[in-house]
Antibody, heavy 123, light 107 residues
């Protein structure tokens, strides 16, 4: 079955760290660019990070650059998001998503999403 | 950053209605635009990419079009399962941005 399964969310204090994982199955993970997208409670979608299939290219928005790091282990079919210096405004459901293209490059079109994992930043 | 403004933000319609949602980009994005549907408690699903290409498995009652910096998602005949929130997304340049969403509810 083609799917993405996120894990690693939870409650963390401001300034703390958390690492999210996304286990992929049913497709050639190494040939797919991958993304993290988040959604604060009751709010819209916000793109958080992107990584090419080879892991050679990464992008971040200003809101998380320098605090979040996307990475992948193609031997384990797993995507990660290391989140440091967490703030209250980082509270959201975090989704991992797969690129529509199968050449590893970044089109940005997201054709497969996980169910999401909730990160809550609060003291 | 490229801003996307969706209108309306909220739409009330009936089963069988034809509805149109508009997404306006703050600058030209060369049709690098996608539409997603999200139901409560679920992840978004890709409906349309490249402004007008229907994703595999998406019903043909959904269609997308573009005119300059204005993009439109049309549902030709609303079905009960179409009541959801819809987002546009631009891929022309980073940061990738989404519209604020259009919530479609049953009248």
């Amino acid at each position: 079955e083609v799917q993405l399964l996120e894990s690693g969310g939870g409650l963390v204090q401001p300034g703390g760290s958390l690492r999210l994982s996304c286990a992929a199955s049913g497709f050639t993970f190494s040939r797919s660019a991958m993304y993290w997208v988040r959604q604060a409670p009751g709010k819209g979608l916000e793109w958080v990070s992107a990584m090419s299939g080879s892991a050679g290219t990464t992008y971040y928005p200003d809101s998380v650059r320098g605090r979040f790091t996307i990475s992948r282990d193609n031997s384990k079919n797993t995507l990660y998001l290391q989140m440091n210096y967490l703030r209250a405004e980082d509270t959201a459901v975090y989704y991992c998503a797969k690129d529509l293209r199968t050449f590893g490059d970044l089109s940005g079109y997201l054709d497969l999403w996980g169910r999401g994992t909730l990160v809550a930043v609060s003291s | 950053d490229i801003q996307l403004t969706q209108s309306p933000s909220f739409l009330s319609a009936s089963v069988g209605d034809r509805v149109t949602i508009t997404c306006r980009a703050s600058q030209g994005i060369n049709n690098y635009l996608a539409w997603y549907q999200q139901k409560p408690g679920k992840a978004p699903q890709l409906l349309i990419f490249a402004a007008s290409t229907l994703q595999t498995g998406v019903p043909s009652r959904f269609s997308g079009s573009a005119s300059g910096t204005e993009f439109t998602l049309t549902i030709s005949s609303l079905q009960p399962e179409d009541f959801a929130t819809y987002y546009c997304q631009q891929l022309k340049s980073y940061p990738i941005t989404f519209g604020q969403g259009t919530r479609l509810e049953i009248k």
